[in-house]
């Protein structure tokens, strides 16, 4: 392909002109946004469904197009299921940038609860005094 956006530029000037060319097409930010919504990402066939493209050339190409500017990332499943597309922290940003609202942040594990403190040990009870 010799068209297309390929490389997110260093100038902040040809930034904005490539956001703008982004935001300009719907394919791109309707990708962002439903992969921004997932949690786990998005699996390709999952990225077609949301963009209702029904094609698998069309929806690879914007695939490429947003993970050759660094918006997306693949993830591979090592235990054989799907690889997933997620959104990387430029993608968060420019699709904040894009649509005017706050992206939500990138999912974090939810750390290990604390272990609870230990219950008091019961009350050991006084020997009654026995009387003599």
Do not use: C
């Not at 493209?53 to 990332?73: A, C, K, P």
């Amino acid at each position: 392909m010799n068209t297309g956006l390929w490389v997110w530029p260093a100038e902040p000037r040809a930034q904005r002109r490539t956001l703008r060319k982004v935001a300009n097409s719907e394919h791109f930010v309707a990708g962002m946004q439903a992969i921004a919504k997932s949690k786990d990402g998005l699996s390709n066939a999952q990225i077609d469904d949301a963009l209702s493209e029904f094609s698998n050339w069309g929806t690879r190409w914007i695939v490429d197009q947003l993970m050759s500017l660094g918006f997306i990332d693949y993830k591979v499943d090592f235990f054989g299921g799907p690889g997933k597309y997620v959104l990387t922290d430029l993608g968060r940003s420019a699709l904040s940038a894009i649509t005017g609202k706050p992206a939500s942040p990138t999912p974090v594990a939810s750390p290990l609860p604390a272990k609870p403190p230990a219950p008091p040990a019961p009350a050991t009870q006084q020997p009654v005094a026995q009387a003599q």
